[in-house]
């Protein structure tokens, strides 16, 4: 029986955490079809970082029970360059890497990153005054422009891995990973809201930077951003028309890309 070992490499906010849950929650239906989620280290539902020091050892243990091994992590979506040692190891195990990635429109991505720096730096910006680091939108957008590289990732990764590469929008998840693994892997879709780690509003964001701003008081900023957390599935007026439009114009060089190098039309 062939040995698979599929790699979940992100990108970030582009349904992760949603996907980690779903294998957490279905351990029952993917063991009867022969596929392992290994229990991630720590509370993150992840546990794809665990290749970064992969060996022999951990292989032998995965495959000895199951036939299918799946790793999963966003973190993994840009450090190709620190898996340069699983080729040539799943190759002496005679263990096929499979690389899956989903990617979002770049507005999703920016909006999502905008949710997860505040969701994240949050005491920080309330004590610097300073939410973004002081960056306008413009000015924040321009600045992922020169981080957020997901042809140049994907390249790396499918260097390593040229023969089994699946590209697919966050759109077509539910029907790619059914694919990936097969119709029966995954019995139940439906997670809580909270385990899909949704993006605060745009108009949340913009209000919390602006009373931070403005010097309003740390209890007031602090029931705001409570409060945002109650309001991820409502209408979001922050996700503007001029903002998408400015978003697509500044990455429409990496959309080209996409298309040019894995016929990937990047959705809008």
């Not at 209000?207 to 979001?236: C, H, Y």
Request: glycine share 6%; with cysteine.
């Amino acid at each position: 029986m062939s040995r698979r070992l599929i790699l979940h490499i992100g990108a970030p906010k582009c349904g992760s955490t949603y996907v980690q849950n779903l294998m957490l929650r279905n351990t029952d239906s993917l063991q009867t079809c022969g596929i392992l989620y290994p229990t991630p280290a720590g509370s993150h539902p992840g546990n794809g970082r665990a290749i970064l020091t992969l060996t022999e050892t951990n292989l032998q243990e995965w495959f000895s029970q199951a036939a299918t091994v799946f790793l999963s992590h966003e973190d993994l979506f840009s450090t190709a360059a620190q898996a340069e040692h699983l080729p040539q190891l799943a190759l002496a195990q005679g263990i096929q890497v499979e690389i899956l990635c989903f990617l979002r429109p770049f507005p999703d991505f920016i909006f999502g990153d905008l949710s997860q720096f505040m969701k994240q730096n949050f005491e920080s910006y309330l004590t610097s005054r300073q939410p973004y680091d002081g960056q306008t939108f413009p000015q924040f957008v321009q600045r992922r422009t020169r981080t957020l590289r997901p042809a140049l990732f994907l390249r790396q990764w499918q260097k390593l891995f040229p023969q089994a590469f699946t590209l697919a929008a966050v759109g077509d998840l539910r029907r790619t990973l059914s694919q990936v693994l097969g119709p029966a892997a995954i019995t139940n879709w439906t997670l809580p809201r909270d385990l899909t780690n949704p993006s605060l509003p745009m108009q949340a964001c913009d209000e919390l930077a602006d009373l931070m701003r403005k010097g309003s008081s740390a209890e007031s900023v602090r029931r705001t951003f409570k409060a945002a957390f109650k309001a991820t599935d409502q209408p979001d007026l922050g996700r503007t028309k001029h903002r998408i439009n400015l978003i697509n114009r500044a990455f429409d060089a990496e959309a080209q890309a996409l298309k040019r190098d894995f016929g990937f039309e990047m959705p809008r």
